[in-house]
C-alpha cells in the first residue's frame, strides 16, 4: 500500500494545481491494439466536434448510472483493474470504477475548456490512445501573480500514446480542461509542457523540433459515478420469478 503511494507520488506533476499525476507507458503496445479492437464500431454517438461512447450506459438526465451490466471484460482489464490497483479509487462511494466515457478526436479536432461536474467521485483517471495530444488545464478563478492575459493561471499537459493522467483534488474541482482544435501542438519544451520531466519520450519531442503532429487520439475517461441504480436489473428479476 505504501508502495503504491510511493510510486503514484513519484509521478506527480509537481506544476500543476493539487493533485494531478501522470503515468507514461502505463498499457504496453499489445494492450492499445487490444482495447482499440474491442471499441465497438457502430456505438459511437457523434458530435459536431468528436465522437464518443458511454459505457456501460449514458447517465440520466439526473445524472444516475442506471447499469444492468458491468463495464466489458475489454475495459475491466487490463485498463480499470490497473487504475483501482493505484488506490486512487478507494475512498469513492463504489471503491472502483463503474463508468467510462470514450472520446475520439481526429487531427483538428478537440474539446471545449469543460469541468466535469458532481456526477462523478472527482477523481477521474484517463487512458490515452493512439496519439499524444496537449491538454490545457486552467484555474477558473482569477489568481495574484498569473502569467494569462485573462488574470488565469494555466498549463499544458502532454499526454503520450498509453500514458494515464489521474486528476483529482483541486484540479478537479477549481480547474478546467480542454483540447484546442489544432492539427498539431507546438512549442513543445521543458517550460511550456508541466509534466515534462514525468513524460515517456521527450526525445522524440525534441527531435520534432517541439511539434507534435496529431494522429487519431482515443481516450479513456474512467470515472466513479455516484448515483447507481439497479433498476433495471430488479425489474428484470421479478419479471422472472
Ligand atoms: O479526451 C480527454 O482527454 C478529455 C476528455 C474529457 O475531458 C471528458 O471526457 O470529460
Ligand atoms: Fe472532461
Redesign the pocket.
Known amino acids: 500500500m505504501a508502495e503504491m503511494e510511493d510510486y503514484l507520488e513519484r509521478h506527480r506533476i509537481h506544476d500543476a494545481p493539487p493533485s494531478m499525476f501522470y503515468i507514461p507507458n502505463f498499457i504496453s503496445q499489445e494492450e492499445e491494439t487490444y482495447i482499440l479492437n474491442k471499441i465497438p464500431p457502430k456505438q459511437w454517438i457523434s458530435l459536431s466536434h468528436?465522437r464518443?461512447q458511454s459505457l456501460p450506459a449514458r447517465l440520466t438526465a439526473s445524472n444516475a448510472l442506471i447499469a444492468s451490466i458491468d463495464l466489458p471484460d475489454w475495459l475491466l482489464k487490463p485498463a480499470a483493474q490497473r487504475i483501482t490497483e493505484l488506490g486512487i479509487f478507494k475512498d469513492s462511494p463504489h471503491g472502483t470504477v463503474n463508468h467510462c466515457?470514450i472520446?475520439e478526436?481526429l487531427p483538428g479536432q478537440g474539446?471545449m475548456p469543460?469541468e466535469?461536474g458532481s456526477a462523478y467521485h472527482p477523481v477521474?483517471a484517463?487512458v490515452?490512445l493512439g496519439s499524444s495530444?496537449v491538454?490545457d488545464v486552467t484555474e477558473k478563478a482569477n489568481h495574484e501573480g498569473t502569467v494569462n492575459s485573462d488574470g488565469r493561471r494555466s498549463w499544458r499537459i502532454l499526454?503520450e500514446p498509453r500514458s494515464l493522467?489521474v486528476t483529482t483534488g483541486s484540479a478537479y474541482t477549481d480547474t478546467l480542461?480542454?483540447?484546442a482544435e489544432v492539427k498539431e501542438d507546438l512549442d513543445l519544451r521543458p517550460e511550456t509542457v508541466a509534466n515534462w520531466d514525468l513524460l515517456g519520450n521527450q526525445e522524440s519531442v525534441i527531435e520534432r523540433g517541439g511539434r507534435n503532429e496529431r494522429e487519431t487520439?482515443?481516450?479513456l475517461?474512467f470515472r466513479d459515478v455516484l448515483k447507481v441504480s439497479k433498476v433495471g436489473m430488479k425489474i428484470f428479476g421479478k419479471a422472472k420469478t
Do not use: A, F
Request: charged share 15%; hydrophobic share 40%; no cysteine.
Open positions: 468528436r464518443l466515457l472520446n478526436y474539446i469543460h466535469d477521474v484517463t490515452s495530444v491538454l499526454q493522467l480542461h480542454g483540447i487520439r482515443i481516450s475517461t
